[in-house]
């Protein structure tokens, strides 16, 4: 898998071709992309008063989004060169790893900013659609387009990028890609988190002030946190979520690369890439598809296009399986294992199909768990009628239950491409190209996606600008609450590429240890051995650890928010009676500072907890504190989204005139769940994905330098290691604590004094 | 460690007499207990209208432990015949393990029995000592002796138990221990799960409509709920929380006398009795030390006694480690490992210090995280200020926050017991010896927590009767808030025993395995194999899915508490005047009814889940499983014990007057952060620590039979063995959201139309 075995995989002239025909269809989505961006843009804008609240947002969203990549710029700087430091087999190999570690982190960045620069033009004109005639058709599609840009440039880019590593580097592809893989991932997880306490610090200290505080509607153009609001939908749910996906898929193709010539030899490197090359075309047929027939609602319509694009991709993979692979392994060229007995052609088709399989369950799961019209959600919005805490109680049930089943699916889908071969290796390729079938469905995933947060502004917009008619409003709110859903179903399936890819990652973690030590015994974690079982239980602490500090974050930074808006209002009494314009620009600048500053203590937790536990316990126990954090973090992350996407919906229930309606005792106990999900699915919980990658990677890229530091003997450098690596963690814990005390100790006494 | 090993360590006459002391200690122990109970039972009772409430509460609890031990004793017969078809070495061992399970199963149960009972006499002689002259001083020393009583009766008969069993059976004892240990742990898992659902039940049913509805204040006796209230607390607090303690003892013991021989000889299978023996010296101690200096809080008497009972521990464990045992490996009597460098007296000793510090460790870090006087519940407090949002999110901050440092810390401890030594059995063994030395606090530990429900039914008593004057009544609300921060302590501790004895007990699953598969190559459940970290997935879904039924239990059966209360004051109009008396024992039945029934899921999941996961994906994948389970197991535990505790002193600090005090806005949303603390922190935190062992001891019992078949080619069997494993787990819970929806469906109807 690693270096030693890929050299002589050297590409044929024809393997070549095949590799440049997967890039010029990863250029061809690229160019989808671009028709498609131009139909939303040439989309009618709606009035001026409309376009002045859409252009604050814009220039909200680009001046967050410029702060950060200057924060990200000296982060990322940092890491080329420490990855530059780590040992590697040729020269070339660490120089390919750093520049691509460069590049994925680009790419990441690049498909987050161009989500959000989309979202903040798209916005405006589903507001505008909505209200000319046939609006919901008009609006639905725009949205739904805006999104096929972002998908069609995920796996554009992504596939891309993987192609291009492989035609360049091909015995070496592997090490190269894991910078690449951990470029994507690193830059994901900060604007996720970023964005994520942005967008929700934002709302939460909105709803506080306005809802709850003022008693004046969401979305009020005199509360002066709303604008930031609606920046945060942009750079978190569209910013962050596209970067998301693109580590996501870059990711999964990395352990697929990886895994692929050791167990398939010059094949394996290919068919992971033909795999979303199809899935690139099925994507531009899902997008195209996607037409809400006339009276239907938006999520039947996007999953009918999801199911329909899915099994083109079942059908075209299985074909492509059993054409292209032979069907036996020692018509494998450059195979390592030409004497397993088995049907490569077979395994292939039948991992793929368990990806796909897996993508089809997960969209419905999350749908029933999250959707207005299925139980748990009625069950959440009943619970309303006896007070808050049972709403609490509640959404939580579901949230641990759609947990639950979640991870029993994706550890099926596991276990089952593990048994398509005894061969540990061909059983780890098995389960990366069921994450390649996973990613077939990414393009239409991330469409889907993209209407959330395209519909949520829209909305805000209408409601803003007053210009909106009531028909058209009532069109917005529905396309918000498809959204809501459509939002928890891609963070299921993001999560289940984490597992996927991490589990396959494993067999490189391994592939890593045997190398550096140059022992012929099979390296163990064995989880019944305390070291490693201390492992998973500290792996298993630092998820919860993660949530607790996004959860805090979002906590402090609303604070600020509250307190800022509240200034306004007590200072400028004149904002209240609509005389005066608030100050959005400054809740905006609060948000970008807190948030930018708030995700360096969770970032640093992910890239120097698995620094620390590997150079301090050693391999074994590293071993088991990624496997704690994959389950637990599965759980987990699933968990929050769930459990948040069900109160948001439960809330809308109620708003649509269920259990006492808008400003009943029953709305107020939703609206109090919503709140506390807010952070839960919006900032903890998607972050949790990448967090689980980059320390996979983290581990993958140390391991050998462990090993060489245990054969050597150097155990007090080793351990000087881990305790600089615990230093930086504990010190970032403690300046982020400090900081919460002094917001949480000036604004309530300042209040008092107001 | 098995059987084979253990056969030719038979006892000498002098080690014998070691034994036999051991065993008079522990009789001793029930002897001062007795004497305390005579002090207890002798204070004065009160007025006639407090002993009238005190009668009703004791007629409910004692109805329902009959009722209970009618419905354990049914599945304990059970379990007692599969226990008996399971593999054994020879007929003596299968007879004594499955009479021993009875025994634990029988003390488990006698235990909490008894916790329940005392308390339900001990709570009225509270109440009326607070209205006393020097009522503080009295009322303290009462409830601290109650908790004596009980504390004296886990330790005594857990020691007397264990000593019992390596008298009789020495050579066979670590497979007799095990089905002890499994009939104490099975008991002790039900009596927590369904007490936990009764106490909760009636807890938020009766303040849901009392409080929130009606705005009747805590313990008023219009509300038909309150007597139920007071009764939860005996039968889940006192009675649930006995057997759990009782449990954590004699599963800590088993799993340090079953590594004992194998890794010290016959002093190891000595020594893991004298530690608890001088534990029960120094819970004597520190129980009658324990005395409130004037003005003191009573939080400051208990942690003193309890530090300088653990110090004398600590002094005397050394002092016996290096008197008993030899200073090297060679001079252990029957030592398999002669050979070994090291010195056996001062691992032992160390081993023992660390488990004790452990204890002070999470004592005080409890302390911190749920103490009315420390910053974290403090902040919680100050986020009511900004509503019931505010209040969740910082509780569950908290509740996060602790769980990892407490992770940490108990990871910590493992880490280091497992350093002690470079040989895996004595490692195993330092682990199990650190169990042994947190057990030394079990005597303390149990009077802490015994205090919290006796002060809390105290004042339930003294509010309902009214007789209690103004000065009694406060420093019983002082006594209560004191117990809330114990209560959380006991769950810390009891979670670390859990840790510590299933990581030991990891030892006694990897030599059944060896035993059964008489191979010479070690068992290795590789965590980077994919099937054992499926099993890590499951096993930590298992903990969710287990949180989430407990809560959805307490949830549905507050719902019918809600309705039989609103029934009750709709066909009753004169309870609310006062004029008539509500029908407490109707409340009483449909929470023994409703939390009889609810206990079963949770149960049968616990018990067949990993049968399923062993036959069906095999031993790895169960090692898996148990590692995933114990790593979010301990999380969970923690962090629903103390972001439950944190809310609820959160309460005590704004009805103490901070925040705006009673009746404000905060206050209204600390009720609701206390509300749903209530089913995290007493009936799904709590109930976690037995389910761990339940886990873990299933798993031991059954491996050998999984190896069998898996030898023996019997893949069908064993298929189907699985398949009937999850056929009850699912049809359990598809009854249990069958019921959840019929009973949410019907109340609402009704009260809709009253």
Redesign the interface.
Known sequence: MSGQHLAEAALSGGDRSVVAVVAVVALAALAVGYVLLREVLAAGQGTAKMQDIAKAVQEGAAAYLKRQRNTLTIFGVLVFLLLFALPADTVSERIGRSIFFLAGAVFSFAIGYLGMWLSTQANLRVAAAANDEGGREKATRIAFRTGGVVGMATVGLGLFGAALVVLVYAGEAPKVLEGFGFGAALIAMFMRVGGGIFTKAAD?GAD?VGK?EQGIPEDDPRNAATIADNVGDNVGDCAGMAADLFESYAVTLVAALILGSAAFGTQGLLFPLIVPAIGVITAVIGVFITKARPGENGLSAINRSFYISALISLVLCTVAAFTFLPTSFAGLEGAKNAALTGNPGLIAAVAVIIGIVLAGIILWLTGYYTGTEH?PVK?VG??S??????V???G??VG??S??YT??V??GA??G??LLSGD?TV??FA?ALAGCGLLTTVGVIVAMDTFGPVSDNAQGIAEMSGDVSEEGAKILTELDAVGNTTKAITKGIAIATA?LAA?AL??S??EAIRDAGNTAV?????????????G???????V??F??LA??A??RAA?AV?YEVRRQFHDNPGIMDGSVRPEYGRVVDICTRDSLRELMTPGLLAVFAPIAVGFG?GVEAL??Y???A???G??MAV?LANSGGAWDNAKKLVEDGNHGGKGSDAHEAT??GD??GD?FKDTAGPAINPLIKVMNLVSVLIAPAIVTFIIDGDTALRIVIALVAVAIVAAAVIVSKRRG?AI?DSP?EQVNSA
Chains 1, 2 share one sequence.
Do not use: C, Q, R, W
């Not at 099979?522 to 201390?534: C, Y």
């Not at 998973?536 to 630092?542: F, P, S, T």
């Open positions: 939460v506080l709850v139980k069950h009943e619970t009628e006896t007070g808050a805490a049972t609490i109680l509640s939580i049930s641990f239950e947990a639950v991870a029993i994706i550890g596991v276990y491409a593990f540990v059983a780890l389960i597992v589990t494993f067999g973690y391994s099979d390296f163990a974690a064995n989880i019944v051995s305390p070291n490693t079982l201390v998973v239980l500290i792996g298993a602490a630092v919860f650890m949530s607790g959860v805090n979002v906590s604070g509250v316990l071993a088991g990624l496997g704690g994959i389950a637990t599965t759980l968990f609206v109090i709140t506390v952070p005390s949480a309530a």
